[in-house]
Structures are given as structure tokens and as C-alpha cells.
């Protein structure tokens, strides 16, 4: 369990900048997220979600609306995401760590948000609108961004933690 560490160690080149260009950087080279949530008893519930970035604070996928995940959104919309590189070596990690609201993309953006999805997908794969409830299964969701967290690793020299951290980091 990764503790949360409040500042930026003195010998962090380029301080908040260069903790900052970790954002970014994994949410462009993953495709699969943690997605986070609990239903309106707060039972928690985890699952994987192919994603794609709109920018740093805002991600978008598609789920069926029944799905135990997008049923847990509807009765509470704040989710917590995780993004890394399962293929990672050991001592070799990097994550982000995202606090969200998360909600369907409103009717007159899907469109926009499909073309976010579509953007990586081979052709075969493409999500066409008539895939969309209510015509098809399926329901654009996104999340946006309140606070984003990186992956600090105990014994980190720039900081003073033994154990993983969490640092909040915030746009230069």
C-alpha cells in the first residue's frame, strides 16, 4: 500500500515539471485502465477498461450500462483510476493514480468521445454509433479528472520514503 507524500524532495530535477511529464506520458503509452468504484453502500469494486486520453483530465470508454462497474457509477459517479504497465520488471514501475467524477458523455458528444476511442483501434475494431444505446449495447462513459497522483518508489533518492508513495502532482 503506497503511502502519499506532500512535497517535492530537494533533489528532484526539474521539481513538479519533471513529476509532472509522468502524466501524460502513461496515459498515451497504456490502453488499459483500473477503473475504481462502489455502489451506493459503498461496496467497492474493481475492473479493467480499455481507455483513451482526452488530454490529462479527462479519459473516455465504452461499457454496457448494466455492467456492475457503470451501475456503481450511476449511484456514485466518484471513481479512482489506476493506469500502469503490468509488463513492467519488478522495481521497474510507474503508475498514475487518478481521482475522478465519472458519468455518461452527454448525447451531443459521443461522437467526439468515439473518435477519442477510435483513434488507436485497428479499423476492424472502430466503434460505429449505431454500437451506442439505444440502438446497441453499449454506453460512452468518461471520467474527469480532479487530482492526479504518480507512483514515487521506496528508496527513492529525491525523496525521503522507505516504503511506495503517492505524490500529488498538478500541470507546470
Known amino acids: 500500500m503506497a503511502s502519499e507524500l506532500t512535497g517535492i524532495g530537494p533533489g528532484v530535477p526539474g521539481g ?60 456514485r459517479p466518484e471513481v479512482a483510476i489506476t493506469v500502469f504497465d503490468s509488463h ?27 473518435a477519442v476511442l477510435n483513434g488507436d483501434l485497428p479499423e476492424r475494431q472502430r466503434l460505429e454509433p449505431a454500437d451506442l444505446h439505444p440502438d446497441g449495447p453499449l454506453v460512452v462513459y468518461q471520467a474527469t479528472v480532479t487530482k492526479h497522483y504518480v507512483l514515487v518508489r521506496g528508496g527513492d533518492a529525491r525523496f525521503d520514503n522507505v516504503t511506495d508513495a503517492r505524490l500529488a502532482v498538478t500541470p507546470p
Open 88 to 114: 513492467a520488471p519488478v522495481g521497474g514501475a510507474e503508475a498514475l493514480y487518478l481521482e475522478a467524477t465519472a458519468g455518461h458523455v452527454p448525447a451531443d458528444a459521443c461522437a467526439a468521445a468515439l
Open 16 to 75: 513538479m515539471s519533471a513529476m509532472w511529464a509522468v502524466v501524460p506520458r502513461l496515459l498515451a503509452a497504456n490502453r488499459y485502465l483500473v477503473l475504481g468504484t462502489a455502489d451506493a453502500d459503498g461496496h467497492p469494486w474493481a475492473t479493467p477498461v480499455y481507455y483513451a486520453a482526452d488530454g490529462t483530465d479527462r479519459v473516455v470508454w465504452v461499457s454496457a450500462p448494466d455492467s456492475r462497474h457503470s451501475r456503481n457509477i450511476a449511484a
